[in-house]
């Protein structure tokens, strides 16, 4: 990560660039576990949808909502930039002390068992 120009939003085309890799393996699925809330560079968001959009059946993409934090602005963002991508929803708990996200639910889907994940 030091390495990278900037963290944040993380760089869609080098994003764009790993998952081809992967796509040429192929994969029975992958998951991204980043939130896609904000444009970057148009170029490589560009390139990232395609991508996303031509591997709809294997690559699912973490979706979250405004009750995890997300402004008007991100959410709609998020809505436009993943409209037509596979998306799995991200379970977010926070804390009730101070509304802070410290753990995350994992579900398991075979036997419906949550487990907390620190």
């Known amino acids: 990560m030091a390495n990278l120009p ?3 939003p ?6 764009a ?3 081809k890799k992967i796509h040429a393996s192929n994969p029975r699925a992958v998951g991204i576990d980043l939130i896609l809330d904000q444009p970057s560079e148009k170029e490589k968001d560009d390139r990232l949808i395609a991508l996303l959009e031509a591997n709809q059946d294997k690559v699912f993409v973490v979706y979250v909502d405004q009750e995890d934090g997300l402004s008007k602005a991100q959410f709609d ?3 436009k930039f993943l409209k037509n991508v596979s998306k799995a929803i991200a379970v977010l708990p926070k ?4 509304g802070i996200v410290r753990h995350f639910l994992v579900v398991n889907q075979t036997t419906a068992k949550i487990t907390p994940c620190q």
């Open 95 to 98: 804390d009730p002390n101070d």
């Open 6 to 8: 900037y963290r944040s």
């Open 17 to 19: 660039d790993i998952l």
């Open 77 to 79: 963002f998020e809505n």
């Open 10 to 15: 993380f760089d869609r085309g080098l994003l």
